[in-house]
C-alpha cells in the first residue's frame, strides 16, 4: 500500500513539472536564436570605386569586412562609409587613402578601439559616445592626431597640411614628434564646432623643438560651407535623431547600441545582395544622406516586423528552435548570420580552412587587439565559421591568440629594441571527424608609439 502511495506521488509531481515546463515553454513563443554580435567593421560604398591597397590591388564592394592592417583608396570619383560594430562610423571622401591600424570591438564589455591613419584626402568621424577607459576613437595625419570619445570632427591631409575641423561636441588635437613618432602633450588643444587646427608638416621640426598649444581658429565660411561640410553635417543631425529616437525607445544606451548593431547589420546584408548592374543604375543617386534614410527606413521595416510578431505570437505557438553555434552561416564578407533551421546539417564536405580578420603580410601596432576567425569551405561553396573549434598556433615572438581568436600583438623584452618582429598565425580544427589546418599568415608586429591621453 505505502509503495502505491509513493509511486502516486512521484506521478504527481512529474505531472506538476510537466505542465508547468509545458505553459512556460507557450509564453517563450519566439525562436531561441544564439547569434554572435558583430565585431568587425564593414564597408558601404557610396561611389565606386574603393579598393584595398596592397601588391595585388583589389576592388571592394558593399558588405566587405573591413580590418586591422588594411589600407583603402577611394578614388577621385569614390565615396565611401566604414561602419563600425557600435554604431560609429567613419566617411571617407574621394581621392582618400586610409590605414586601419587598429579596430577592435569586444560584445560583453562594448569595448571600442579604432585607430586609423589618413595618409591623404578627407575622412569624416561620427562616434557614438564610447563605452569604458580602454575605448578610444582616434585619428592622425603625419604630423598631428586627433582623440574623441563622442563627438562628430573632420580630418583633412593634403599638400602636407593636416586640418582638424570640430563639429560637435570637444576634440582634442596634438602634435605628433617626427622623430621620435610620440604625441607631444605640451601641443595639446580642443576644437570645438565651427573652429579648426591646422599644421603643415613643414613646421613640425620648429613646433617640436618650442612645443606649445595648438593654434585654434574660428573655421572660414569657404570651409564651413564647403559642400563635403554641409552633407556630413546633415547626415549627422539625422542619424543623431535616430540615435534619440532608439535611446527614448529602449530606455537605455546599451538598448539603444543593441538596436543600432541590428539595424547595421541588416543594412549591410541588404547592400550585399545588390547586383553590380543595380549598383551601376544607382551610383550617381547614392550619396551620404540617403544612407542614413535607408537606415531610418529599415528602422521602420523592423518595428513594424516587430509588431507584426508579437500580435501573432498572441494568437500562434511559435515551436523553439536552436542553432549551433559552432556552424554559423557566412558570407564572404564575413557577416554571421543565423540558420532557419534547427540544425546546421549539409551532406557538402568540408574542403579546407583559412583565417579571416588580417591581411597577410599586414604591419600590426603591438598591444592592439585583433579579432581572427576560422573560416571552413565546404564541397558546395558554402563557408562556416569554426572560430569557436579553432586550435590556434603561433611561429615567432609576436604575441599570444587567444582560444576566442583574439590575437594580442606584442614583444618580447629581448627585442624591445627591435623596430618590428615576423611572425606566422596558423590555426587547425577538427571537423566531422575531418582534421584541418588554415595556412599560416605572415604578421610584422612594430612597436606602439607610446601616447598621452587625449581624450575629449
Do not use: C
Not at 62 to 72: A, I
Not at 96 to 120: A, N, Q, R
Not at 306 to 319: I, M
Not at 326 to 335: F, I, N, R, W
Amino acid at each position: 500500500m505505502a509503495r502505491k502511495t509513493l509511486v502516486l506521488i512521484i506521478i504527481g509531481i512529474v505531472a506538476l513539472i510537466s505542465a508547468f515546463l509545458f505553459f512556460t515553454g507557450r509564453e517563450e513563443n519566439k525562436p531561441v536564436l544564439t547569434i554572435d554580435t558583430p565585431r568587425t567593421a564593414w564597408l558601404e560604398v557610396i561611389r565606386p570605386a574603393v579598393s584595398r591597397a596592397g601588391e595585388n590591388m583589389k576592388e571592394l564592394s558593399s558588405g566587405d569586412e573591413v580590418f586591422s592592417g588594411m589600407t583603402l583608396y577611394v578614388s577621385k570619383d569614390g565615396q565611401a562609409i566604414i561602419h563600425f560594430p557600435d554604431g560609429s562610423i567613419l566617411r571617407a571622401d574621394s581621392d582618400t587613402t586610409i590605414k586601419i591600424d587598429e579596430s577592435y570591438f569586444e560584445p560583453k564589455s562594448e569595448t571600442l578601439s579604432v585607430k586609423v591613419t589618413l595618409m591623404g584626402g578627407k575622412v569624416w568621424s561620427k562616434v557614438i559616445a564610447l563605452v569604458g577607459s580602454a575605448s578610444v576613437w582616434q585619428v592622425k595625419t603625419s604630423s598631428a592626431v586627433a582623440t574623441v570619445r563622442g563627438t562628430s570632427f573632420g580630418t583633412e591631409y593634403i599638400a602636407g597640411k593636416s586640418m582638424f575641423l570640430g563639429s560637435e561636441n570637444e576634440v582634442k588635437v596634438a602634435v605628433v614628434d617626427p622623430k621620435t613618432g610620440k604625441i607631444k602633450k605640451e601641443t595639446e588643444a580642443s576644437l570645438i564646432s565651427k573652429t579648426i587646427i591646422e599644421v603643415k608638416d613643414a613646421d613640425m621640426e620648429k613646433i617640436a623643438a618650442t612645443p606649445a598649444p595648438l593654434a585654434v581658429f574660428s573655421a572660414p565660411s569657404i570651409i564651413t560651407d564647403a559642400k563635403w561640410v554641409r552633407e556630413n553635417q546633415s547626415a549627422d543631425e539625422e542619424m543623431g535623431k535616430i540615435i534619440s529616437e532608439m535611446r527614448d525607445e529602449e530606455g537605455s544606451d546599451i538598448g539603444m547600441r543593441e538596436k543600432m548593431r541590428e539595424l547595421n547589420e541588416r543594412r549591410r546584408e541588404e547592400l550585399k545582395k545588390e547586383t553590380k548592374s543595380e549598383i551601376d543604375e544607382i551610383k550617381i543617386e547614392k550619396t551620404i544622406e540617403k544612407s542614413v534614410e535607408r537606415l531610418k527606413e529599415i528602422k521602420k521595416e523592423v518595428e513594424k516586423e516587430e509588431a507584426e510578431e508579437e500580435a501573432n505570437t498572441e494568437t500562434k505557438d511559435t515551436p523553439k528552435t536552436t542553432v549551433d553555434t559552432d556552424l554559423k552561416s557566412t558570407t564572404e564578407a564575413g557577416a554571421v548570420t543565423a540558420p532557419s533551421t534547427a540544425t546546421v546539417k549539409s551532406t557538402a564536405k568540408p574542403t579546407r580552412a583559412y583565417i579571416k580578420g588580417i591581411q597577410s603580410g599586414a604591419d600590426i601596432m603591438e598591444d592592439s587587439k585583433i579579432p581572427l576567425k576560422l573560416i571552413l569551405v565546404l564541397s558546395d561553396g558554402t563557408e562556416r565559421d569554426i572560430t569557436s573549434s579553432a586550435k590556434w598556433a603561433v611561429k615567432g615572438n609576436i604575441g599570444p591568440v587567444s582560444t576566442t581568436g583574439i590575437f594580442s600583438p606584442s614583444f618580447k623584452e629581448e627585442e624591445a629594441e627591435m623596430e618590428s618582429v615576423l611572425g606566422e598565425i596558423s590555426a587547425t580544427a577538427l571537423i566531422d571527424g575531418v582534421s584541418l589546418s588554415a595556412p599560416g599568415i605572415t604578421v610584422k608586429v612594430v612597436h606602439f608609439v607610446e601616447e598621452t591621453e587625449l581624450r575629449g
